[in-house]
């Protein structure tokens, strides 16, 4: 991929992003209305248009509800529950969304971990979130196997992404 579509896809990576961002502003932690709920919203109303586009990948509207959805069932044969939280160590792509998306629609809070920390930094950020799991990309696997032991997580480490 050239400079010239690098920029293309991450602009609009972005621009979509930023709809996102835009359409659940108004939700609070006093919200009856999930980010889930908003999605669904916005999926009923844009089926097959295109979601994101992302290093020459395109993610439709329907597409990410089918992700989503699958990720929400893997939450639940997991064993979390609303009010859980799950460390996301991962660095952008769709998938990202995908996994957030996921986990609001059964009430785990996702705690959205930057993908270049590592060390006693990582442990912290995972650990005070009480998260139960981390779930992280293909390529953060070893930093995070670097820290597992420190972690305080009941349900281990997993690796998601890459249009898994």
């Known amino acids: 991929m050239n ?3 690098r920029i293309r896809s991450d602009w609009r990576y972005v621009m979509g992003f930023r709809r996102l961002v835009a359409a659940t502003a108004d939700l609070t932690a006093e919200s009856t209305l999930l980010l889930a709920d908003e999605m669904e919203t916005r999926i009923d109303q844009h089926g097959a ?23 929400a069932n893997w939450g639940l044969g997991m064993g979390l529950a609303s009010g859980d ?10 998938d990202y969304i995908v996994f957030w998306i ?3 629609k059964i009430g785990v809070r996702t ?3 930057n993908s270049n920390l590592v060390g006693q930094g990582l442990t912290h950020c995972v650990n005070v979130v009480s ?5 992280c990309s293909p390529e953060l696997a070893a930093t995070v ?10 349900l281990g480490v997993w690796t998601f992404g890459q249009g898994e």
């Open 49 to 71: 248009r295109t979601f994101v586009e992302f290093e020459g990948r395109t993610l439709r509207y329907d597409e990410l509800e089918d992700r989503a959805n699958r990720i």
């Open 131 to 135: 998260a139960r799991a981390v779930v």
């Open 85 to 94: 939280s799950v460390a996301l160590f991962m660095e952008n792509e769709p």
């Open 102 to 104: 996921g986990m609001s």
């Open 3 to 5: 400079l010239l579509e």
């Open 145 to 154: 196997a670097t820290v597992e032991p420190e972690l305080g997580i009941d």
């Open 111 to 113: 705690a959205l971990i």
